[in-house]
């Protein structure tokens, strides 16, 4: 598995890469904030979007949110299977978890360097 990520890797992938990596036997995912379109043959995506973000995708396996007291109701009508909500750098795990609980749908993400302090 190779997972494509840091800054945004949309700006930099195309289908020529993830074609290589198939050919290597790799499973390619990415995780993205879905602002730029994505090659097809990506066999799996990780939208985090923004709010500010205006998403250019529309085929998303999971959608992961850093969650900041917002509501979810934009993010669940998108075309996902997994829902994920991630606590603001671990400051506010409780608020997180709290929503977590209203809002079935949707799991616990954490960050397990932030809490435990390894940068």
């Not at 598995?1 to 290597?24: A, C, F, N, Y």
């Not at 995708?57 to 996902?80: C, N, P, S």
């Not at 929503?99 to 360097?113: A, D, G, I, N, Y």
């Amino acid at each position: 598995m190779v997972i494509l990520t840091g800054g945004e890797p949309s700006l930099w992938i195309d289908q020529s890469l993830v074609d290589r990596l198939h050919k290597i036997g790799k499973y390619v995912c990415i995780e993205t904030n879905g602002t730029r379109t994505l090659p097809a043959n990506i066999d799996w995506v990780t939208c985090s979007p923004k709010e500010e973000g205006r998403l250019a995708i529309d085929r998303m396996d999971e959608v992961k949110v850093v969650y900041q007291g917002q509501e979810l109701d934009v993010y669940e009508q998108l075309q996902a299977t997994h829902f994920f909500l991630q606590p603001c750098s671990g400051s506010n795990i409780l608020e997180t978890v709290d929503c977590v609980m209203r809002h079935p749908r949707w799991r616990m993400s954490l960050q397990t360097h932030k809490l435990i302090d390894i940068r």
